[in-house]
């Protein structure tokens, strides 16, 4: 007759073999772990260390950035099921003498959840992906390590009149996507998703679980918006759910130079903060070579809260030069305008939204922002379309309406300060296919030509979306950064609200764990600024 090994002993002999086949890992955070995970067998399935056939595949499961797979890895992965599992993570990593990294999945286009220049433990959220709606209360609670599809297919499971204004990429987690802003089609309407917040569970650097009464309004307030890795652990998000009507109506219309374009464009700019809330209309220039020759268009692409008749009035009073027509339009429900957004075809069973794979092919991208307050001339609109029919490889603009609720918060509301004095952004992406970083720099080059090219013409001093952060920027140069000099980066960002953002984090994590390349530094009130 075989005996059962007991828990506890096989737990000890798990770790006794990583100690001893991988020294890299710190005594003291096994012996932590040990103890803290003594009586619980899942440590077997939520370690993940360099010897185990599951420590790769963890780690690239959610990059969808091919640039940093040769970044020096983590030291272990944990994939926690339970919050204790955080809580213990947290502690063990902090005594331990190591750094951390937080991952929700899918929306760090500069890898920093997932890489560091020294020893480090990553956390990664995967697993903690519960949602719980409450149509009654117009509100849900949604684990970190959730997607923006599994949330959007959960509440159309529930309603088909309720929404949330988040983003349109349906793999992103939703915890970075939260702690970041937000932004998405329902914007004009109902604000970022970190507007819709209005409870949090955290585990601070003392590896506490505190909720939105116990951690205060102040770190609260930081949370929405001022980058959630910066403050703890954010395990789980209470938000408002938003009404919809029965139906939308979406269309994306395309228009060369030739047809019109650029015209089009540069009135968009006059009219496109002005439009009734309902309707969201943005526009991109990009490459079309479906024809093999290169193309440049101006897309249109439009969410309107209501039915196609009453979207062609509205186009018609503020929009007739574009000329959209019954035919260009599709009547759709909500949840199903989230998918065609999102890029997947019509038709397509809603189930997909629960794939937390990607369904858009893993290729190298870095990506910038700016926002406009006043409409571009035509001469600068000009030199922008030049350089994108000239460049090699064609960046990718997105131009994103504002105006409607985003103009009617107060820029301290939450940290996200570019409210009513901005009347559109400009997303800058350059993609191209790569195996590693070595051929990085020429495309990231063409980035910065274009940044330059738009200085004259964008918000100064410049502002841009933390979700769209980007290290060439500026970085912490470790976690002794001083606030004066991460200031060169963090009013970027977040504009007069960084010195708010880092006085609360020199209350709540002093002795700055929490810290990456571009995490808030921590501010004491008695240091002069």
Not at 282 to 301: E, Q, R
Not at 411 to 418: A, K, L, R
Request: charged share 20%; glycine share 8%; hydrophobic share 40%.
């Amino acid at each position: 007759m075989i005996k059962k090994v007991p828990i506890v002993l096989s737990i000890f002999c798990f770790l006794l073999l990583l100690s001893s086949s991988h020294g890299s890992i710190p005594e003291a955070f096994l012996n932590c772990i040990s103890n803290k995970f003594s009586l619980d067998v899942s440590i077997l399935n939520i370690l993940h260390v360099p010897s185990n056939s599951s420590y790769d595949s963890v780690l690239k499961s959610t990059i969808q950035n091919p640039r940093f797979l040769k970044s020096p890895k983590p030291l272990a992965i944990i994939t926690p099921v339970l919050h204790s599992h955080v809580q213990s993570a947290v502690i063990c990593t902090k005594q331990a003498g190591l750094q951390i990294r937080i991952r929700s999945g899918g929306a760090d286009y500069e890898g920093l959840s997932y890489r560091s220049e020294v020893p480090f433990i990553l956390l990664d959220l995967q697993n903690l992906r519960s949602i719980s709606v409450d149509i009654e209360d117009n509100s849900a609670w949604v684990e970190s390590g959730a997607t923006i599809g599994e949330f959007y297919h959960e509440i159309a499971q529930n309603s088909p009149v309720h929404a949330f204004p988040a983003g349109v990429s349906s793999s992103v987690g939703i915890g970075g996507h939260l702690s970041s802003g937000g932004f998405g089609t329902l914007l004009r309407k109902y604000g970022l998703a970190a507007d819709n917040i209005i409870d949090a569970k955290i585990v601070d650097a003392r590896g506490r679980i505190l909720d939105r009464e116990s951690m205060g309004e102040d770190l609260f307030w930081a949370i929405r918006g001022g980058g959630g890795a910066s403050f703890g652990v954010i395990v789980s998000w209470k938000v408002k759910l938003v009404k919809v009507p029965p139906m939308v109506t979406v269309f994306i219309l395309s228009k060369t130079y030739e047809e019109g374009g650029l015209d089009l464009l540069h009135k968009w700019q006059y009219i496109e903060h002005k439009l009734p809330e309902d309707l969201f209309l943005a526009v991109s220039i990009m490459d079309d070579s479906s024809s093999g020759n290169k193309t440049l268009m101006a897309g249109f692409m439009s969410l309107f809260l209501g039915k196609t008749e009453d979207l062609l009035k509205v186009m018609a009073e503020n929009f007739p030069q574009l000329g959209l027509k019954k035919e260009d339009c599709l009547e759709m429900n909500w949840i199903d305008a989230a998918m065609y957004f999102s890029g997947h075809p019509i038709g397509e069973s809603r189930s997909v939204l629960k794939n937390r794979e990607s369904h858009l092919p893993k290729t190298c991208v870095s990506i910038k922002s700016d926002f406009i307050q006043e409409p571009q001339s035509m001469d600068a609109l000009e030199k922008l379309w030049k350089f994108c029919r000239e460049e090699e490889n064609s960046p990718i603009i997105l131009m994103l309406p504002l105006g409607g609720m985003m103009s009617k918060i107060s820029e301290s509301e939450i940290p996200f300060p570019y409210r009513k004095d901005v009347i559109y952004s400009m997303i800058y992406e350059i993609v191209w296919n790569c195996e590693d970083d070595e051929s990085s720099e020429e495309y990231i080059d063409g980035l910065g030509r274009l940044e330059e090219l738009m200085t004259p013409y964008v918000k100064q001093p410049r502002g841009s979306w933390f979700s769209t952060r980007n290290l060439y920027t500026g970085k912490n140069k470790g976690p002794g950064t001083t606030y004066s000099k991460a200031k060169e980066w963090g009013f970027r960002y977040f504009s007069n609200n960084f010195k708010k953002l880092a006085l609360i984090k020199g209350q709540v994590d002093p002795e700055n764990f929490f810290y990456y390349e571009q995490s808030i530094p921590p501010l004491h009130l008695q240091v002069e600024l």
